[in-house]
């Protein structure tokens, strides 16, 4: 099995700077979701169905933009007031960049969007209970990083936050701002970081020394260490998904597997589990280019939060 770095970018460009012998491309969160269940992963990234924003996902999304920006100001000015000053002003952006986020509330429901800001704000507060920001000086944010596994599978995704050491060693740093239960979701969480850990050693040859999920609601660290031994393992699982995925897509066969985090997902009305048929499989012609996979960003409240 070999691997080969392809570009670590902020851009989304891997795809076509790829080698030529690479035919697919695979991000976490589409893993993720073959993993969690095939058909969820067929809806997502092969009918490429819709899935309205929800009051919850666009609370993640603008948390993370907020923390993404605090690091643009220097480092004594990133204190939770600051951290507060950018959340509507971050909200505005979003909005105007994604229209229907401004379907989440009715028009004019000016208590509706209050709250809403509100509670970023806190989940914010929940940020610096446990980091302090000021002491941080991160390496990456919001960064494509990608790299080629077994010669022709380009896996990658947008991590939070990198953090480089003086003495070279990596921390992954992901923010979770869901409400849901972490116990139904910490093993999908550990899946991601684990994706870009591998990443990150074909590329730059270390391992990342920590691998953190913030839990801000609950203002909570998790760390992992992982080893080399490990991500052999994970790379041979990521390929082995992979081949799974290009099975089911040949036979057209992506069966649901219920489980808590069928309560997360958009498609019950769809899903056999419950009571509803998939629409016909796309023909050929309409599938989706392999090599354009979703970006890595939560596609629904919960199950990425
Ligand atoms: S409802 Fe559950 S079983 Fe059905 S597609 Fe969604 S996650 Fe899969």
Same mark, same amino acid.
């Given at each position: 099995?070999?691997?080969?770095?392809?570009?670590?970018?902020?851009?989304?460009?891997?795809?076509?700077?790829?080698? +030529?012998?690479?035919?697919?491309?695979?991000?976490?969160?589409? $893993?993720?979701?073959?993993?969690?269940? *095939?058909?969820?992963?067929?809806? =997502?990234?092969?009918?490429?169905?819709?899935?309205?924003?929800?009051?919850?996902?666009?609370?993640?999304?603008?948390?993370?933009?907020?923390?993404?920006?605090?690091?643009?100001?220097?480092?004594?000015?990133?204190?939770?007031? /600051?951290?507060?000053?950018?959340? $509507?002003?971050?909200?505005?952006?979003?909005?105007? %960049?994604? *229209?229907?986020? /401004?379907?989440?509330? +009715?028009?004019?429901?000016?208590?509706?969007?209050?709250?809403?800001?509100? /509670?970023?704000?806190?989940?914010?507060?929940?940020?610096?209970?446990?980091?302090? @920001? #000021?002491?941080?000086?991160?390496?990456? &944010? %919001?960064?494509?990083?990608?790299?080629?596994?077994?010669?022709?599978?380009?896996? #990658?995704?947008?991590?939070?936050?990198?953090?480089?050491?003086?003495?070279?060693?990596?921390?992954?740093?992901? !923010?979770?701002?869901?409400?849901?239960? &972490?116990?139904?979701?910490?093993?999908?969480?550990?899946?991601?970081?684990?994706?870009?850990?591998?990443?990150?050693? #074909?590329?730059?040859?270390?391992? @990342?020394?920590?691998?953190?999920?913030? !839990?801000?609601?609950?203002?909570?660290?998790?760390?992992?260490?992982?080893?080399? %031994?490990?991500?052999?393992?994970?790379?041979?699982?990521?390929?082995?998904?992979? =081949? +799974?995925?290009?099975?089911?897509?040949?036979?057209?066969?992506?069966?649901?597997? @219920? /489980?808590?985090?069928?309560?997360?997902?958009?498609?019950?009305? &769809?899903?056999?589990?419950?009571?509803?048929?998939?629409?016909?499989?796309?023909?050929?012609?309409?599938?989706?280019?392999?090599?354009?996979?979703?970006?890595?960003?939560?596609?629904?409240?919960?199950?990425? %939060?």
């Amino acid at each position: 099995m070999t691997a080969e770095s392809v570009i670590d970018t902020q851009g989304d460009q891997t795809a076509a700077q790829a080698p +030529a012998t690479v035919r697919a491309s695979l991000s976490p969160s589409r $893993a993720a979701d073959f993993k969690t269940c *095939p058909l969820l992963y067929r809806f =997502r990234s092969i009918d490429r169905l819709p899935e309205r924003p929800t009051v919850e996902q666009a609370r993640g999304t603008l948390v993370h933009a907020v923390l993404e920006r605090l690091f643009d100001l220097p480092a004594p000015a990133r204190t939770p007031e /600051s951290a507060g000053d950018l959340v $509507a002003p971050q909200w505005d952006r979003l909005v105007t %960049e994604e *229209p229907e986020l /401004s379907t989440l509330f +009715a028009d004019g429901d000016a208590a509706g969007v209050d709250g809403f800001l509100r /509670s970023a704000a806190a989940l914010l507060e929940g940020y610096f209970a446990v980091e302090d @920001p #000021r002491r941080l000086e991160p390496a990456e &944010r %919001e960064a494509l990083i990608s790299a080629v596994v077994d010669d022709e599978l380009l896996i #990658r995704g947008y991590l939070d936050r990198l953090d480089v050491a003086p003495d070279g060693a990596l921390r992954v740093v992901d !923010y979770k701002t869901g409400g849901a239960p &972490r116990e139904a979701f910490e093993a999908r969480a550990l899946f991601q970081l684990k994706f870009y850990a591998l990443v990150l050693w #074909r590329t730059r040859g270390v391992v @990342p020394r920590v691998l953190r999920l913030l !839990y801000l609601k609950d203002a909570e660290v998790c760390d992992y260490a992982p080893d080399a %031994e490990e991500l052999v393992r994970f790379e041979r699982t990521v390929v082995a998904l992979w =081949r +799974a995925i290009e099975q089911a897509t040949a036979r057209q066969d992506f069966r649901p597997r @219920p /489980s808590r985090l069928c309560d997360w997902c958009s498609h019950q009305s &769809r899903c056999p589990s419950f009571g509803g048929t998939p629409p016909p499989f796309p023909v050929a012609a309409a599938a989706p280019d392999p090599l354009v996979d979703a970006r890595s960003r939560p596609a629904t409240p919960g199950a990425d %939060e």
